[in-house]
């Protein structure tokens, strides 16, 4: 997996550089793919690394998890809670108690961080790297606008199963490959459990397109739901007469 490791290093190294950039930033949640763009990161650039750790009503192991990797990686890195910011922007909102548990008050969480992320981009000349990996983008496992709003994504070729194995080459510490994979959308919320399948399953079906009929029911969907998501948004096919 070193040639993998090298491979992403010196592509991150190039876009960055095409960008006029100095490094890269990334929000660090405490799970495995976010651990590897880390460490991806520090190896392109070893003083030119930010992590950012936003907490916003999530289970406290996130942060300490988060905490672990930068420690490791040697990353410097700010903690923003956005908790506030969730919470003041809910009230402002006026929802309905049903309201409350719906998937669009769930992804302004991602989107709060998106904006975060952007700040210290911006303030440092840094690219925003995004951590979503081929199996998630294909899809739609993300937030548009949200963790979906990055400038690269170093593992948007890989698979779910091919991270793992990037994950333990690079020396990222068990507990946090062994985690269960979560968008820390809602308290438990799981990848797997959200989208009906294990990681195992949907990588398998995308590599080989065999499987049960549930698996490929489901993945098919996901795929057909999410189009709108990988692409940039509509405009209309006809042109018009511009007058001067």
């Given at each position: ?44 650039y070893p003083d030119n690394t930010l992590g950012v750790i936003m907490p916003c009503h999530s289970n406290p192991k996130d942060a300490e998890y988060a905490r672990l990797v930068t420690d490791i990686l040697n990353i410097d890195f ?167």
């Amino acid at each position: 997996m070193e040639e993998v490791a090298i491979y992403l290093e010196n592509w991150i190294k190039t876009k960055v550089a095409d960008a006029g950039a100095k490094g890269g930033v990334i929000g660090i949640s405490g799970g495995m793919d976010s651990a590897v763009v880390a460490a991806l990161v520090k190896r392109a650039y070893p003083d030119n690394t930010l992590g950012v750790i936003m907490p916003c009503h999530s289970n406290p192991k996130d942060a300490e998890y988060a905490r672990l990797v930068t420690d490791i990686l040697n990353i410097d890195f700010v903690e923003v809670d956005l908790t506030p910011v969730f919470d003041t922007l809910i009230n402002s909102l006026n929802l309905r108690e049903n309201q409350m548990s719906s998937m669009a008050v769930a992804n302004i969480k991602p989107r709060l961080r998106m904006t975060t992320l952007y700040y210290y981009a911006g303030l440092k000349n840094y690219l925003v790297v995004g951590t979503g990996n081929k199996s998630e983008l294909l899809t739609g496992y993300f937030t548009k606008y949200g963790d979906g709003g990055v400038d690269i994504e170093p593992l948007g070729n890989m698979l779910k199963c091919q991270v793992y194995q990037l994950a333990k080459h690079l020396n990222i510490p068990e507990a946090i490959i062994q985690r269960a994979p979560t968008a820390g959308l809602w308290t438990d919320q799981t990848d797997e459990e959200e989208m009906g399948i294990t990681y195992r399953e949907l990588d398998k079906y995308l590599s080989t397109q065999e499987g049960p009929q549930q698996v490929a029911d489901i993945v098919d969907k996901l795929f057909a739901k999410s189009k709108h998501k990988r692409e940039m948004p509509a405009v209309p096919d006809k042109e018009f007469p511009a007058y001067f």
